[in-house]
């Protein structure tokens, strides 16, 4: 029988605070613990101070059943891991020999001095289990207090991979009972927002157990996280597939993919199906959109190529925009959005033309505020399509949200 098991990772390390290197050990340790059936409830991080560390050890102990500890086993003033943790245990710590005589056969190996500070390397708590390190100097250890498991692993991660996959892992396997397995899939949809899609799911979502729907607001669009938990893989799959079709059976036309992919690569796969290919004639958004599709192989069998026209005389001069439309109407406006679409289409032989102008800010342009876009849609046939949108955000957030508009309405074209 499989046994419910919380588990919560603690990093210790001031610089995972500044910024200075990522905490990637969670996100692998996190991955491996879904792996095995088990839940992770909480990441949390902790700077090289003494009295937080303890502060974060008690709280970590209160609300879950396995913590993993990594960082601050190293030979400096400032890893507390052991100190910290004997504060709030009164574990003794003691030095392993086997750890200290490997440690003095690198130095010696190396033919250098060995500081005395080295020494705290190989100090453990007294009846703990030593979890030996094949690729550093820190010894790591498991043991039990009140009921719960502690693992304290170096923070160096090829150093915490190696002890966690050979040492850690099969004695939580173990301690887990019967084999589960976590599976995710995210389900990506575009033209809903998230609180409209969380409407239309209600229902599902507040009588979800196995697999859990969790909806999620992304820069492009918003995912759906469908999470299960089987004894197998294969089981696994199936439960989130009876609840992806259900999903997909009242909102399918918003979606677009599953996982890592993304909405570029989805269009070009429906412009190769209905064999189209798609010309753009971007203002504001630089060649984003021009960009994002030729980052995806084989977009050369679909894209004819992209005009930047940021400034008002290439409009005119190279994408023939008419120079009395534009005194008319202005770059910023429908009009003109409309005759680059037009223009892109018949200028670079494509099927589709898409055409982006506006304001991405900070100053306003021709009397619009900075937000402002138009993106229009031209094809062969002479059928076009104008909108009008305001974006929040920065000049960069604009743009971006320029280029997903582009990338939604053409999927909707498309789809």
């Known amino acids: 029988m499989m046994k419910n098991i919380n588990a919560e990772i603690?990093?210790?390390?001031?610089?995972?605070?500044?910024?200075?290197?990522?905490?990637?050990?969670?996100?692998?340790?996190?991955?491996?613990?879904?792996?095995?059936?088990?839940?992770?409830?909480?990441?949390?991080?902790?700077?090289?101070?003494?009295?937080?560390?303890?502060?974060?050890?008690?709280?970590?102990?209160?609300?879950?059943?396995?913590?993993?500890?990594?960082?601050g086993l190293g030979p400096t003033e400032d890893d507390l891991t052991r100190e910290a943790f004997q504060q709030i245990t009164g574990a003794d710590i003691v030095e392993h020999e086997p750890a200290m005589k490997k440690i003095e056969a690198f130095f010696q190996k190396q033919k250098t001095d060995m500081t005395p500070n080295n020494r705290k390397q190989a100090r453990v708590f007294a009846g703990s289990d030593v979890i030996e390190n094949n690729t550093g100097m820190a010894a790591g250890m498991s043991l039990s207090h009140e009921g719960k498991t502690w693992f304290f692993l170096p923070g160096v991660p090829r150093e915490?991979?190696?002890?966690?996959?050979?040492?850690?892992?099969?004695?939580?396997?173990?301690?887990?009972?019967?084999?589960?397995?976590?599976?995710?899939?995210?389900?990506?949809?575009?033209?809903?927002?998230?609180?409209?899609?969380?409407?239309?799911?209600?229902?599902?979502?507040?009588e979800q157990t196995n697999p859990t729907i969790a909806p999620l607001a992304q820069n492009e669009g918003v995912a759906i996280r469908l999470t299960s938990k089987a004894a197998t893989s294969d089981e696994a799959t199936?439960?989130?597939?009876?609840?992806?079709?259900?999903?997909?059976?009242r909102v399918g036309g918003h979606y677009y993919g599953v996982d890592d992919q993304t909405l570029e690569e989805k269009v070009l796969a429906l412009l190769k199906k209905k064999d189209v290919s798609v010309g753009a004639a971007e203002s504001l958004t630089g060649g984003m959109f021009t960009d994002k599709l030729i980052s995806v192989p084989g977009a050369s069998d679909v894209c004819r190529g992209g005009i930047v026209c940021y400034d008002t005389k290439v409009k005119e001069n190279?994408?023939?925009?008419?120079?009395?439309?534009?005194?008319?109407?202005?770059?910023?406006s429908g009009e003109c959005a409309a005759a680059m679409a037009e223009n892109a289409c018949s200028l670079l032989k494509a099927d589709i033309g898409i055409s982006f102008t506006g304001v991405a800010g900070p100053d306003s342009i021709e009397g619009h505020q900075a937000g402002t876009v138009y993106i229009a849609l031209h094809d062969q046939s002479g059928k076009q399509l104008t909108r009008k949108y305001t974006f929040a955000g920065n000049r960069q957030t604009i743009r971006r949200r320029t280029v997903t508009k582009g990338y939604e309405l053409l999927f909707n074209l498309l789809n």
């Open 10 to 71: 603690v990093a210790v390390g001031t610089e995972l605070l500044l910024g200075q290197i990522a905490n990637t050990n969670a996100q692998w340790i996190s991955e491996k613990l879904a792996s095995i059936g088990i839940n992770v409830h909480h990441h949390a991080v902790v700077g090289d101070n003494l009295k937080r560390v303890e502060e974060q050890f008690r709280i970590s102990g209160n609300r879950s059943d396995v913590m993993i500890v990594t960082g």
């Open 318 to 332: 190279v994408l023939h925009i008419p120079e009395d439309l534009i005194r008319q109407y202005g770059t910023i």
């Open 238 to 249: 199936d439960v989130i597939n009876r609840t992806k079709q259900e999903i997909l059976d």
């Open 160 to 206: 915490m991979k190696q002890m966690m996959t050979y040492s850690v892992l099969p004695q939580l396997q173990q301690l887990a009972g019967e084999k589960m397995v976590i599976q995710s899939t995210m389900l990506r949809f575009t033209g809903i927002g998230e609180s409209r899609l969380e409407h239309e799911l209600r229902d599902l979502i507040h």
